[in-house]
């Protein structure tokens, strides 16, 4: 069965609209996924998250970047969503949360001197940018 990334651009518009089909990944999800990492990082580690770069990959309307992102993270969302990424740059914004969200895909970000210290890919949707021919094989 092929994966449908179509659906994040047909409906990434309301990631944050409670109606949206979408949206059940905040709710219902979100908040164990974000408390685990919480723990981890600051709990566990005794990490500072003023100190915290975190990266997102796979971010969508920007769930788990703004969780971040209110934690005191520096937060990079990426999506190859260009729909999810614009969605969540309104949201981020009219929030007054800084996000740095950009349309692209995990396999293709770059290290550099300021690499993230926390990397998050925990999407319940399955997405590939590859294409159907090259998905199932190495």
Request: charged residues 20%; glycine residues 12%; hydrophobic residues 30%.
């Amino acid at each position: 069965m092929p994966i449908d990334n179509e659906v994040y651009n047909r409906e990434g518009e309301g990631w944050w609209e409670e109606d949206n089909p979408l949206n059940v990944l905040h709710g219902s999800i979100t908040p164990g996924r974000f408390a685990y990492f919480r723990e981890v990082l600051t709990n566990r580690l005794g990490l500072d998250p003023g100190d915290l770069r975190a990266l997102d990959i796979g971010c969508g309307g920007g769930f788990l970047a703004e969780e971040f992102a209110r934690l005191g993270c520096q937060v990079v969302g990426v999506d190859p969503s260009a729909v999810s990424i614009e969605t969540a740059r309104r949201h981020a914004a009219a929030t007054g949360l800084d996000v740095d969200y950009r349309v692209g895909s995990g396999e293709r970000q770059t290290a550099s001197s300021t690499s993230p210290t926390a990397v998050t890919s925990s999407s319940m949707c399955p997405t590939s940018t590859r294409s159907p021919a090259r998905s199932h094989g190495p």
